[in-house]
Nanobody
Framework: QVQLVESGGGLVQAGASLRLSCAAS????????MGWFRQAPGKERELVAD????????SYADSVKGRFTISRDNAKNTVTLQMNSLKPEDTAVYYC?????????????????WGQGTLVTVSS
């Protein structure tokens, strides 16, 4: 079972950028479709972006489309989320997640691994 550790969160002002990283151990990420979820206080978990095992397919929530970019480096066993033009409503704990199943399964919340999360706070 792969273990995931996120990093890169922090406090930034609106309009700034952050780059989140997800590092895996105990397995190879090339066997997994990957995604980034977020959860803000009092709100439901939201799938922000996902990427296929090969990196050939990506999708984004409408709320982040055009501002966030998900990518992966299977050789380095990492997945990143580049976040630009951050808004206060992007404030949340961001989680990296993995599934051996399809991206459809990921979007329904069927996951094999889940990181501990990294906090992103965007001030206005």
């Amino acid at each position: 079972q792969v273990q995931l550790v996120e990093s890169g969160g922090g406090l930034v002002q609106a309009g700034a950028s952050l780059r989140l990283s997800c590092a895996a151990s105990g397995g190879t990420l090339r066997n997994y479709n990957m995604g980034w979820f977020r959860q803000a206080p009092g709100k439901e978990r939201e799938l922000v972006a996902d990427i296929s095992w090969s990196g050939g397919s990506t999708s984004y929530a409408d709320s982040v489309k055009g501002r966030f970019t998900i990518s992966r480096d299977n050789a380095k066993n990492t997945v990143t989320l580049q976040m630009n033009s951050l808004k206060p409503e992007d404030t949340a704990v961001y989680y990296c997640a993995a599934t051996r199943l399809s991206l459809v399964a990921m979007r329904s919340g069927t996951l094999d691994a889940w990181g501990q999360g990294t906090l992103v706070t965007v001030s206005s």
